[in-house]
T-cell receptor
Framework: DTAVSQTPKYLVTQMGNDKSIKCEQN?????MYWYKQDSKKFLKIMFS???????INETVPNRFSPKSPDKAHLNLHINSLELGDSAVYFC?????????????FGAGTRLSVL | GQQLNQSPQSMFIQEGEDVSMNCTSS?????WLWYKQDPGEGPVLLIA?????ELTSNGRLTAQFGITRKDSFLNISASIPSDVGIYFC??????????????FGKGTHLIIQP
C-alpha cells in the first residue's frame, strides 16, 4: 500500500564502500526526486528525474549517481562513501502537474558511514 | 540560491495553545507549501498555497501566502499532542527550466508540554 517506498530503511557501512538505495512509487507519477537531510534536519534537493530523464542535478559530488530504470523507480548509487555522506536520504515523487509543488515523500534511508 | 528563513527554530507550548510560525525568503516563490515530519518518517504535505494573499485552512491549520510572495505563515489552533513534530516551509519556483525541486526552510520543532 505504501505510495513511495525506499529500501533499506537503515544502512550502516564503512568508508570507501559503494552502496545503493532503492526507491519505488506506485502512484503513477512522472517525476521523482532525491533529497538529503543532514543532522540538523536541513532538507536539500539532490536530483530530479522526469520520466526517466534527469532534470535537476544540484551541486552533488559525482560519487552520487541516480539511475531510473523506469518512471516508477529512481535508485541512488553512491561510490567511495565518505563520513560526510552520513544523513537521511529521502525519495519523493510528484504527479504530472508537478508545478503545483506537491511532492510525496518516502520514509527515508538512514545512512551511517563509519 | 534561494534561502528560506524559518522561525522560530523551536517552540515549547502547552496543550491547547495556538501556534504560529513563519518563513521569509530573499526571493520570490510562486508556490509555498507547509510540510510536517514525524520522527522516523518523511515529510507529509499539510497545505499548499498558489496565489499571493491566499489564505487556506486544513482543519486546525491555517496558512497564508504573503502578498510580496516572499513570505508565508502557518498557524495551528488549539494544539494537541499529535501536533508534535518538525514543521517545514517549502517554496518552489515555477520555471521553464524545470526547477521543480523544493527549497526548504530549516524547520520549526514543535514540542508540547503536558
Amino acid at each position: 500500500d505504501t505510495a513511495v517506498s525506499q529500501t533499506p530503511k537503515y544502512l550502516v557501512t564503512q568508508m570507501g564502500n559503494d552502496k545503493s538505495i532503492k526507491c519505488e512509487q506506485n502512484l503513477g507519477h512522472d517525476t521523482m526526486y532525491w533529497y538529503k537531510q543532514d543532522s540538523k534536519k536541513f532538507l536539500k534537493i539532490m536530483f530530479s528525474y522526469n520520466n526517466k530523464e534527469l532534470i535537476i542535478n544540484e551541486t552533488v559530488p559525482n560519487r552520487f549517481s541516480p539511475k531510473s530504470p523506469d518512471k516508477a523507480h529512481l535508485n541512488l548509487h553512491i561510490n567511495s562513501l565518505e563520513l560526510g555522506d552520513s544523513a537521511v536520504y529521502f525519495c519523493a515523487s510528484s504527479p504530472r502537474d508537478r508545478v503545483k509543488g506537491i511532492q510525496y515523500f518516502g520514509a527515508g534511508t538512514r545512512l551511517s558511514v563509519l | 540560491g534561494q534561502q528560506l528563513n524559518q522561525s522560530p527554530q523551536s517552540m515549547f507550548i502547552q496543550e491547547g495553545e495556538d501556534v504560529s510560525m513563519n518563513c521569509t525568503s530573499s526571493s520570490i516563490f510562486n508556490t509555498w507549501l507547509w510540510y510536517k515530519q514525524d520522527p522516523g518518517e518523511g515529510p507529509v504535505l499539510l497545505i499548499a498555497l498558489y496565489k499571493a494573499g491566499e489564505l487556506t485552512s486544513n482543519g486546525r491549520l491555517t496558512a497564508q501566502f504573503g502578498i510580496t510572495r516572499k513570505d508565508s505563515f502557518l498557524n495551528i489552533s488549539a494544539s494537541i499532542p499529535s501536533d508534535v513534530g518538525i514543521y517545514f516551509c517549502a517554496g518552489q519556483l515555477r520555471s521553464g527550466g524545470g526547477a521543480d525541486g523544493l527549497t526548504f526552510g530549516k524547520g520549526t520543532h514543535l514540542i508540547i508540554q503536558p
